[in-house]
């Protein structure tokens, strides 16, 4: 296995059990003064649809991603 997918199931395991709430704001770990809110959670897919509240703009992200990603505020 290349190390690059070893470090992402790993990564993968650290942050499954993270819950994520649709209609919450999150901020981004790496710009905390950015908010945004999740309108939508596909689980099959396992992807979401967040939206920037400053700019109201749509963007697909990774379920992965957004627990990764963004803290409860």
């Known amino acids: 296995m290349k190390e690059s997918k070893k470090r992402?199931?790993?990564e993968y395991e650290k942050y499954k059990n993270v819950d994520l709430q649709l209609n919450e704001v999150?901020?981004?770990k790496s710009k905390?003064?950015?908010k945004v809110e999740l309108v939508e959670i596909d689980e099959e897919s396992q992807m979401a649809r967040i939206k920037n509240l400053r700019t109201e703009t749509l963007l697909t992200k990774t379920l992965h991603w957004c627990r990764k990603n963004l803290i409860k505020e």
């Open 8 to 10: 992402y199931l790993e």
């Open 26 to 28: 999150y901020s981004k």
């Open 32 to 34: 905390a003064s950015e």
